[in-house]
Structure formats: structure tokens, C-alpha cells
Nanobody
């Protein structure tokens, strides 16, 4: 059974940094894509950053230049380095992965349980 486990959330002051980590387990194949989403209070879940297995990546406009996504394909892990954090970055951050369960099959989508990131002075 595929599981995603996030870590690294917490409370940080504006301008500070945090690094989120997400590890996939139970998968035979390298995730086709791994991403971070977030959901702020009273808001819809939104894509923050995504990286495919080949290294291509994309970011939400609101985090470009401040956040960086990276992956360790050998470990099926994805990271999100968040710098110059702002109060509006406060949200629950979710790891997302597209993983094939067998060769040639379309990937299934999996979600982590989420970690809280709070940016406040």
C-alpha cells in the first residue's frame, strides 16, 4: 500500500525559512510526478510546486523566487525549501504523488496527511 508521509512543518516568523519533506513508501516504481499543495484557512487547495521524474518543474506565481522543489528519485522523496515566508503562506501543506502500481498502467494519485505551516510574528 502506497503511503506519503510529510514532515518539517511548524511556526516561523515572517522572512524565515522552512523545509518540508515527503517520503513515499510501498511503491515499486519511481513516482511520475511529486508535488506540494496547500490549503489556507477558508481557501481551496492550490498547487504550490510540482516536479516530474525527469526534473521539469513548475511553481505557483505566488511562490516563484522564494520556494524551491527538489526530489530524490532513488528514495521517492520530495522536498520543498521555503524562504522569505510570508503570513499569507500560512496553510496546511500536502504532498501529492502520481505513482504507477504496475508497468504500463496509468499512475494513481496519492496524498499525504498534511503538515501545518504557520507564518506569524
Amino acid at each position: 500500500q502506497v503511503q506519503l508521509v510529510e514532515s518539517g512543518g511548524g511556526l516561523v516568523q515572517p522572512g524565515g525559512s522552512l523545509r518540508l519533506s515527503c517520503a513515499a513508501s510501498g511503491n515499486r516504481f519511481t513516482p511520475a510526478a511529486m508535488a506540494w499543495y496547500r490549503q489556507g484557512p477558508g481557501q481551496q487547495r492550490e498547487l504550490v510546486a510540482v516536479m516530474v521524474s525527469g526534473g521539469g518543474h513548475n511553481y505557483a506565481d505566488s511562490v516563484k523566487g522564494r520556494f524551491a522543489i527538489s526530489r530524490d528519485n532513488a528514495k521517492s522523496e520530495v522536498y520543498l525549501q521555503m524562504n522569505n515566508l510570508r503570513p499569507e503562506d500560512t496553510a496546511v501543506y500536502y504532498c501529492n504523488a502520481a505513482i504507477r502500481l504496475r508497468s504500463g498502467a496509468p499512475p494513481n494519485e496519492y496524498w499525504g496527511q498534511g503538515v501545518q505551516v504557520t507564518v506569524s510574528s
